[in-house]
Nanobody
Framework: QVQLVESGGGLVQAGDSLRLSCAAS????????MGWFRQAPGKEREPVAA????????YYADSVKGRFTISRDNAKNTVYLQMNSLKPEDTAVYYC?????????????????WGQGTQVTVSS
């Protein structure tokens, strides 16, 4: 069982930066691939970024490539999402998720555990 708690969301202006954190409970964090997903009002949840259990492999959605960076600190049981050059279209609730080690997946079904989400609002 893994419990995930996101933090770091907020209201910012376009062009600003935010860093989201996701703290995980349990001693098996390092065995999970981690992902960040987001859901905007009226839209489906979409993958944003993912990182393999050891941090060697990453994935980014085309819409955030070059602006967002996912990283993890297994010693701290934490995964991060550094978001730079934020745009109004990045406004959404951001969720972190944990899935069993294997090839990185961008499918929500591949992730077993989810946090409650943190709101990111980018004003123009």
């Amino acid at each position: 069982q893994v419990q995930l708690v996101e933090s770091g969301g907020g209201l910012v202006q376009a062009g600003d930066s935010l860093r989201l954190s996701c703290a995980a409970s349990g001693r098996t964090f390092s065995t999970y691939n981690m992902g960040w997903f987001r859901q905007a009002p009226g839209k489906e949840r979409e993958p944003v970024a993912a990182i393999s259990w050891g941090g060697r492999n990453t994935y980014y959605a085309d819409s955030v490539k070059g602006r967002f960076t996912i990283s993890r600190d297994n010693a701290k049981n934490t995964v991060y999402l550094q978001m730079n050059s934020l745009k109004p279209e990045d406004t959404a609730v951001y969720y972190c998720a944990a899935g069993r080690a294997g090839p990185i997946s961008v499918t929500a079904a591949a992730y077993n555990y989810w946090g409650q989400g943190t709101q990111v609002t980018v004003s123009s």
